[in-house]
């Protein structure tokens, strides 16, 4: 029933096809952002990458439910896979309120929060990749990490910003509403990256 080996390295290749889910919904995300026409179309396909990224979380439950010894501690392994798995579901939130609310052509705030948000989710990819062989990799894995921190603090200021023009200059207020909705969404995602990447800094430190 249980498996014993103590090298697995089938947590991490999932950790890594978790993470290119997250990826591939901000690139959905950045192609509506910069034409709008592609909406309706993406959020279908990011429906489909938030089933895919569902499975592979439940496979990695499931695994972890049948693996006697885990490669690092089992609560690390749940939470790292449920994080993912919720970074992708806060994209597919967004997507749809941008359909919902025909928000139309995007703010350029919303588009500099995507294309950081492709940045972080490239550099957790890299992490996943790395996070097999964690004593080998620690410094590189911890200079990632370093770097999802400097993208959320320019994400940050971005937000900042973006909020204090739709406050001065947006007289609509049902635009003023929906753009500072997906603003705080991205923004989120953007906070949800760190949160994941001092999650993976302190599994850096229990084991290299």
Request: glycine content about 4%; some cysteine; overall charge negative.
């Amino acid at each position: 029933m249980f498996n014993f080996k103590k090298k697995d390295t089938e947590f991490f290749d999932l950790f890594v096809k978790s993470a290119q889910y997250f990826y591939q919904g901000a690139l959905l995300m950045d192609e509506v952002m910069l034409d709008y026409s592609k909406a309706e179309n993406k959020v279908k396909e990011i429906n489909d990458i938030e089933h895919e990224a569902d499975a592979v979380n439940d496979q990695i439950i499931d695994k972890l439910n049948m693996t006697f010894i885990t490669p690092i501690d089992r609560e690390d392994i749940y939470a790292l896979a449920n994080s993912l798995d919720d970074g992708v579901d806060l994209l597919q939130g967004t997507l749809q309120r941008m359909v919902m609310y025909r928000t139309g052509k995007a703010m350029t705030g919303a588009i500099s929060l995507t294309k950081l948000l492709i940045e972080c989710t490239e550099a957790l990819i890299r992490i996943f990749n790395l996070l097999k062989d964690i004593k080998k990799n620690e410094l590189s894995i911890i200079d990632d990490a370093h770097k999802i921190e400097r993208l959320e603090s320019e994400g940050d200021r971005v937000y900042r910003h973006e909020m204090a023009y739709l406050f001065d200059k947006v007289q609509d207020p049902i635009e003023l509403i929906k753009w500072k909705d997906i603003l705080e969404n991205l923004e989120e995602t953007l906070d949800h990256c760190e949160k994941l990447s001092d999650m993976i800094r302190g599994v850096v430190m229990k084991y290299a």
